[in-house]
């Protein structure tokens, strides 16, 4: 067996010489970063801010005041809206914690707002004096990208290919892969004998298409995401115990621990996302995927090395003892590779220093024509001012 790959999470390593970023990361405002429990774009996030500072860039991160992080810390609210029903709606309150960060432009040199569905940051793409970066974590749909290409010079991170190609008319400016700590996700060799499904409970998270698989296989399987109305009502009913057990919405130590121990993790997505996280802690624990090949999975799984991709549930059945008989040694080291928290993070800052210098170049050229327009209409006022008339073109 191959070796696990260890080591990977972001140390202060050496750059150029270029002087540190100012850096105001806005994150969702819905829970804290990192999250208590579930929440990608929380954990993501409170990667990218600790991976930055420990760069030496001067990073604050606007968030809720119930996050821990090793940036500075600026905080709207106590508690996420997900805690205090009082803070509704929703909007507002990303709004709000968006103008934060926005008011105190001047002391940045860019602003990069991190958002589930809607970038509301992009109509303030004009109004700030530096740039305003956006990165969504959804598939979005045609009519979506086309209304927010009313700001089509607003610059745009996306999170794989995959939603890149759905960004048209759009700034992307950089493609970057989450990552995951191999620190805290730790290799396990050995697994239980149990199959594994870790999201949400919607229709497009194919959780009855995973429950369907493990019954036609023979193979025990355990669903680990928060109770809701899809769930008691299409999922539970199934639910034995015994075949199909549920653990319940995990938190960091429960969730790794179920993914070390699984055989595999089941990801038969209906619907494209523009990611999956669950895909590369997976792979970072050692486990191999067997998914639908939607969205951005075949992206970030290695067909035939850490999991496989199938076009069906049917064929994802028939392929499943293919992907239990791969090397959890080569999985682990080739999610190592590939997602690696400084590999994100030095990506992100290659990006930034573009963003940055992009709009400076645009800043300086705008003065340039403001410059020369004065000037005209000063010569044009001196002459007006001698009696001389200006030849008309």
């Known amino acids: 067996m191959t070796p696990p790959a260890g080591g990977g999470g ?4 050496a750059e150029p010489a270029a002087p540190p ?5 806005v994150g969702p405002v819905a829970q804290s970063i990192p999250p208590a429990r579930s929440g990608s774009i929380e954990t993501v996030t409170a990667m990218l801010a600790d991976g930055l500072a420990a760069r030496g860039h001067e990073v604050t991160l606007f968030a809720t005041a119930s996050s821990t992080t090793s940036a500075r810390l600026h905080a709207v609210f106590q508690e996420g809206y997900n805690r205090d029903t009082d803070l ?4 507002l309150c990303e709004l709000f914690n968006l103008a934060a960060a926005v008011e105190r432009a001047g002391a940045f040199d860019l602003i990069h707002c991190q958002a589930e569905y809607a970038p509301l940051s992009l109509a303030l793409t004009r109004i700030a004096p530096v740039p305003l970066v956006h990165t969504v974590h959804h598939a979005p749909s045609a009519p979506e990208a086309a209304l927010w290409s009313r700001y089509a010079e607003a610059p745009f991170i996306a999170v794989s290919r995959a939603q890149a190609e759905r960004l048209a008319g759009l700034d992307v400016a950089a493609t970057i892969h989450h990552a995951v700590d191999p620190r805290v996700y730790e290799y ?4 239980d004998d149990y199959l594994l499904f870790l999201g949400r409970f919607t229709p497009g998270k194919g959780v009855l298409e995973a429950m369907d698989i493990a019954r036609r296989t023979g193979h025990r399987l355990v669903l680990a995401a928060a109770d809701n109305d899809y769930y008691r009502t299409a999922v539970a009913p199934l639910v034995d115990g015994a075949r199909v057990a549920y653990a319940g919405e995990a938190d960091l130590e429960a969730k790794i621990a179920l993914l070390q121990g699984a055989r595999a993790l089941l990801y038969p997505v209906q619907a494209p996302e523009s990611f ?3 895909l590369i802690e997976a792979m970072m624990c050692g486990t191999p995927v067997a998914a639908l ?6 992206e970030l799984v290695d067909e035939g090395r850490t999991g496989h991709a199938f076009a069906s549930p049917d064929a994802l059945a028939a ?3 293919d992907v239990l008989a791969l090397d959890r040694g080569r999985v682990r080291a080739r999610a190592v590779e590939r997602f690696r928290p400084d590999r994100m993070v030095d990506a992100h800052v290659g990006a930034y220093r573009q963003i940055v210098a992009a709009h400076r170049r645009q800043g300086r050229t705008a003065a340039a024509r403001g410059l020369d327009a004065r000037e005209a209409a000063g010569r ?6 001698t009696g001389v008339r200006e030849r008309q073109p």
């Open 88 to 91: 509704w709606p929703w909007e």
């Open 10 to 13: 972001v140390t202060p390593a």
């Open 188 to 191: 396990r060799a050995a697994p």
């Open 276 to 278: 999956g996280l669950v």
């Open 380 to 385: 044009a006022r001196a002459r007006r001012g």
């Open 21 to 25: 970023l100012r850096i105001a990361l």
């Open 293 to 298: 090949d939607r969205g951005a999975v075949r």
């Open 319 to 321: 392929g499943l003892d």
